[in-house]
Structure formats: structure tokens, C-alpha cells
């Protein structure tokens, strides 16, 4: 559609509102539920089936980056935090984008307040169903949500603008992919560990497989 503007599909559906959600009652069930659209089920199935450790989703509208969760068990509208277990490495990973970006680290865009141009998303505002905590909730991936640009759907002509602003901030972000430990599960004999599943003391309900 050429002269389409939005996120939402052929049925109206804002995408980024159809993830499987944490709090849901039957998480991952739902996948295929009648309801849930066929483009938000193919990209789910899609990253359930690669080993993603890092990864990130651009919107405009602000310019801040927006790390998980983005709802609470309160379902406030606004305004109180909602941390992860990793909630260090999240901020890591977020002041790595906003620290290289030549506007967003002032976090007075757009007429907004964040500190150091990064929000916890829940404090920002709520909303379930997105891809950036289905990423962090049902795999072992650290998403961020990047926003961009003040103006919500920018024109095709201003991305190369964009595209300088954001190549540095997000080239650091990329090389964190290779940060903590890496190794191999083997047993014994040296043969590798089928399905293994390895727990950091502290974060039990976060194991990695």
C-alpha cells in the first residue's frame, strides 16, 4: 500500500498490542488462539526458534529507549516501574544507546523528561501484548523499544538524517551482544549436554536454555 501510514495490518490491528503477554493466564497457548493475528504468530514462532540474545524494535513518537516490562501486575496507566530481574543490564543496555546518540542522552526531547533518555516502560506507560517483553518473558533475548524521532511517522526523506544519528548508538549496542559468559555444556566424556538448562544463582525464574 503506497500511500499507507500506521502499524496496524490489513485488519486493523495494532501488532505491537497482539504479542503473547506474561501475565496471561495461558501464556504461550494463546499463540494460536483465533484471536491472535497471523503475522504477530508467524514473527512469535520465529523467535522461539532462534537463540536470540539481543534485539530491538524502532518506533517514532519520542526519542528515548524504552526497556522491559511494559505492564505490572497493578495495571496502572503510568508512572511506576515494572523491573525485570536483569534490570542492571537492562539500564546497561539502554544508557549504551542513549549515550552514543547526539540527542537522545539530554532526555528533553519532544517536550519529555527522561533521565539520561531512557525509561523503564511501564513508568512511562503501560501496555501488554508487546514484542519487547515477549522477547525477555518467553526467550532468552533482551529487547529494547528505540524511539526515534518526535514526529511519530516521519517521511522517507528524513531517514538518511536518521540513519547518521542512529549508526553509532546503534553499533554499541550490537557489540553488546557479546558481553557475559559463553562456553559449552558437555559432560564427561566432552559430549554436549542435549536441552541443557543452566541457573544463576539469584535469577531462578529466568534460566537459560
Not at 536483569?86 to 528533553?108: C, E, W
Amino acid at each position: 500500500l503506497p500511500n499507507y501510514v500506521g502499524r496496524g495490518n490489513a485488519a486493523g490491528v495494532d501488532l505491537n498490542r497482539d504479542f503473547p503477554d506474561r501475565l496471561e493466564q495461558q501464556h504461550l497457548n494463546h499463540l494460536r488462539s483465533p484471536a491472535r493475528q497471523p503475522e504477530t504468530a508467524a514473527l512469535a514462532e520465529w523467535i522461539l526458534s532462534k537463540p536470540f540474545v539481543l534485539s530491538a524494535n524502532f518506533h517514532g513518537g519520542a526519542v528515548v529507549v524504552s526497556y522491559p516490562y511494559d505492564n505490572s501486575l497493578a495495571h496502572n496507566d503510568c508512572c511506576e516501574e515494572s523491573l525485570t530481574p536483569d534490570d542492571r543490564v537492562f539500564k546497561q543496555l539502554a544508557h549504551t544507546y542513549s549515550d552514543n546518540h547526539p540527542i537522545m542522552r539530554r532526555g528533553n526531547n519532544c517536550n519529555d523528561s527522561f533521565a539520561g533518555g531512557i525509561t523503564n516502560g511501564a513508568n512511562w506507560y503501560e501496555l501488554s501484548g508487546g514484542m519487547q517483553d515477549f522477547n525477555y518473558a518467553f526467550t532468552n533475548c533482551f529487547e529494547l523499544t528505540i524511539e526515534l524521532s518526535c514526529c511519530k511517522f516521519p517521511a522517507a526523506s528524513s531517514l538518511p538524517a536518521e540513519w547518521a544519528r542512529n549508526k553509532r548508538p546503534l553499533m554499541q549496542l550490537l557489540k553488546q551482544a557479546h558481553i557475559g559468559i559463553k562456553g559449552l555444556v558437555q559432560d564427561a566424556s566432552g559430549y554436549p549436554i542435549a536441552d541443557a538448562t543452566i541457573v544463576v544463582s539469584g535469577l531462578e525464574d529466568k534460566p537459560i536454555r
